[in-house]
């Protein structure tokens, strides 16, 4: 049983250095798309101390359209600010992917558009300015809630 956290075009190594320590604790799949803000070869990952690097199951995309056009068959969900759903109101099935856009932009307008039924969101006060939560505590969020609701899978 396996989900898949999928990162197009992550800007801030922190954000997914996070992810990726989580991935690799809940054998989730990570998927990064490129163009990616900053490099993950042998070195620059050594170099930050990511130990748990070697336990990730991870795949890198040169593009959004060649990750799109590999997983077509895979269900996707969009976790984004505009997005119609509650995260939790999903019912995640094995194999889900749940996408995630950049820091700065999100995911591309036009992508969103075209799978808005697959849109989702975490609720967030209409009384604050701020664009989002950050991207590695979102995709946390919203992970371990297709994991409960998977019950766990291979995990104590």
Not at 69 to 95: H, S
Request: contains cysteine; glycine residues 6%.
């Amino acid at each position: 049983m396996t989900l898949h956290i999928v990162f197009v075009e992550p800007e801030i190594p922190q954000n997914t250095g996070n992810i990726a320590r989580t991935c690799a604790a809940t054998d989730t799949k990570l998927h990064l798309i490129k163009p990616l803000g900053f490099n993950i070869d042998e070195k620059s990952v050594r170099r930050a101390g990511l130990d748990y690097w070697k336990y990730l199951d991870l795949e890198v995309h040169d593009s959004l359209e060649e990750f799109l056009e590999k997983y077509k068959g895979n269900r996707m969900f969009l976790a984004t600010t505009k997005g119609g759903e509650m995260y939790a109101d999903v019912e995640f099935k094995d194999e889900d992917m749940i996408l995630f856009g950049r820091e700065t932009k999100g995911l591309p307008k036009e992508f969103i558009e075209e799978n808005k039924d697959m849109a989702i969101r975490i609720p967030m006060s209409q009384n604050t300015r701020l664009r989002s939560l950050n991207l590695s505590n979102c995709a946390n969020i919203i992970l371990f809630e297709a994991l409960r609701q998977l019950e766990f899978p291979g995990l104590e």
